[in-house]
């Protein structure tokens, strides 16, 4: 059974940082691009970063760009994504993603909450 769950979310305050987590089991984790997602309230689900099979490829929305860190964890069935600098714009539901091909796996997100 394949499952994605992602962990590390919480209240941070502006300029705070947090490290999200994704465990991933029941699929060959190695073989999937995995992506980091967020989704505001009343707004469309956004891409964040993204990162190759093997890791040494990653990608960011231009507004992570230097703020995040996406990296994986092969022999952990793991990926992270560091988060400094949080802005109250980045405040969302952020969903763990694998893929490969036409398979497409979610997670079921982790709220992060940016207050002061």
């Known amino acids: 059974q394949v499952q994605l769950v992602e962990s590390g979310g919480g209240l941070v305050q502006p300029g705070g940082s947090l490290r999200l987590s994704c465990a991933a089991s029941g699929f060959t984790f190695s073989d999937y691009v995995m992506n980091w997602w967020r989704q505001a309230p009343g707004k469309e689900r956004e891409l964040v970063a993204s990162i190759s099979d093997t890791g040494r490829i990653t990608t960011y929305a231009d507004s992570m760009k230097g703020r995040f860190t996406i990296s994986r964890d092969n022999a952990k069935n793991t990926v992270y994504l560091q988060m400094n600098s949080l802005k109250l714009e980045d405040a969302a539901v952020y969903y763990c993603?694998?893929?490969?091909?036409?398979?497409?796996?979610w997670g079921k997100g982790t709220l992060v909450t940016v207050s002061s």
């Open positions: 993603n694998a893929k490969l091909g036409n398979q497409d796996y």
